[in-house]
Nanobody
């Protein structure tokens, strides 16, 4: 189970941090990612971090503004967002994907989403 939190209403230029707490899985075996879905749009990738935390990737529009991190001791992944823009407004979802060579074992779980609204 993934529980995302931290969303809210902020102004453009503000910062906001999201958290996603995992339970019921061996967190350190999972690559974690954040996705977002804006009103009327499809869900899109935002950022990801490897199971070990040594590799991360970002969607182009958030590079330099967002930082993904994880704490395997707390079973939690974070997304620190800064210099927020109105176009960052969306429901943010965390996703866990099991690290495995065989795709058959790459189990995927989604959190329930947390709403971030950026007013301009």
């Amino acid at each position: 189970q993934l529980q995302a939190s931290g969303g809210g209403l902020v102004q453009a230029g503000d910062s906001l941090g999201l958290s996603c707490a995992a339970s019921g899985l061996t967190f350190s075996n999972y690559n974690m990612a954040w996705f977002r879905q804006a009103p009327g749009k499809e869900r899109e990738f935002v950022a990801s971090i490897s199971w070990s935390g040594d590799m991360s990737e970002y969607e182009e529009s958030v590079k330099g503004r967002f930082t993904i991190s994880r704490d395997n001791a707390k079973n939690t992944v974070y997304l620190q967002m800064s210099s927020l823009k109105s176009e960052d407004t969306a429901v943010y979802y965390c996703r866990a994907k099991r690290h495995a060579l065989n795709a058959k074992y790459q189990y995927v779980y989604w959190g329930q989403g947390t709403l971030v609204t950026v007013s301009s």
